[in-house]
């Protein structure tokens, strides 16, 4: 089962907090862990290579400045837990979500837990499937689309060859999609899928821009926007393998430190000419 939960916070104190609070989150995330199921809270931190999870930073308080959120007493916001396993799923929803405490704090401020959403009638980043379902729905359907129109709401990034890589090429892009569903999906896709849409995958359009992300000594340069891909070369089984991908986006993320709140990705158009 795939999981993604929205939960609505009201602040109840003043203060700053960065821009990139995805650390916050994660430290709130495994610090409930902790305290409904310490031997979990410890497989998930043991485990960082390929991650049944992820997280985005605090949303919905508006624009930063100076790499800092101002934030006022009650003032709404957001942030979104994803889960990619049925196992974590399924604590998830019986351990953590019923059990987090009314009120939790996000670095040195705190909030009121509001409401949790996990439907798309609730909030748009929220939703429920199961693997099983995405991959008959995507992989058996005869007339797939040719082009994927993506959002990146967090600053997304990728290893490449060279370093690092702030900008969503088709290969790393795909690749980030296809190593957490062969990682956690039920029927393995082609390894050579990556390479594939490296070559003839295009770009048709972007708007995006680079953020930096600072987190203590660390920078990371992502990009945040849209961008629509196309494959017009590709045959219907191999274009059906990039819509499940694309589809399965929103729950993996795109690119590295999605534990951290990078990465938040939708696929806003999936359906295409």
Do not use: K
Not at 249 to 259: E, K, L, Q, V, Y
């Amino acid at each position: 089962m795939l999981r993604a939960v929205v939960i609505q916070l009201e602040a109840l104190t003043a203060g700053t907090l960065p821009a990139a609070n995805g650390r916050e989150v994660h430290g709130l995330w495994f610090h409930h862990w902790q305290t409904v199921d310490r031997a979990l809270a410890d497989q998930l931190h043991a485990d960082q290579r390929q991650c049944p999870f992820t997280l985005s930073p605090l949303l919905g308080l508006g624009a930063p400045q100076h790499g800092q959120l101002a934030v006022a007493p009650g003032a709404s916001a957001w942030f979104r837990v994803t889960t990619l396993t049925a196992e974590l799923s399924q604590r998830l929803e019986e351990a953590w979500l019923p059990r987090l405490p009314e009120t939790v704090m996000l670095g040195p401020l705190s909030w009121r837990v509001t409401g949790l959403a996990t439907t798309p009638a609730a909030h748009p980043w929220a939703d429920s499937r199961t693997q099983e379902a995405l991959a008959v729905e995507h992989l058996l359907n005869a007339d797939p689309p040719r082009q994927w129109h993506l959002h990146f709401a967090t600053p997304t990034a990728f290893h490449s060859a060279g370093g690092h890589l702030p900008f969503p090429l088709p290969g790393a892009l795909i690749g980030s999609w296809l190593r957490r569903w062969q990682a956690f999906g039920p029927v393995a896709l082609p390894e050579d899928l990556a390479d594939l849409a490296q070559q003839r995958v295009l770009i048709s359009s972007y708007r995006l821009h680079t953020v930096p992300v600072r987190e203590g000594q660390r920078t990371t340069i992502g990009c945040v926007g849209d961008l629509t891909v196309s494959a017009p070369a590709l045959r219907p089984g191999e274009r059906a393998m990039l819509d499940l991908l694309a589809t399965y986006a929103f729950w993996a993320g795109s690119g590295h430190h999605t534990p951290q709140g990078l990465g938040v990705t939708r696929l806003l158009s999936p359906a295409g000419s």
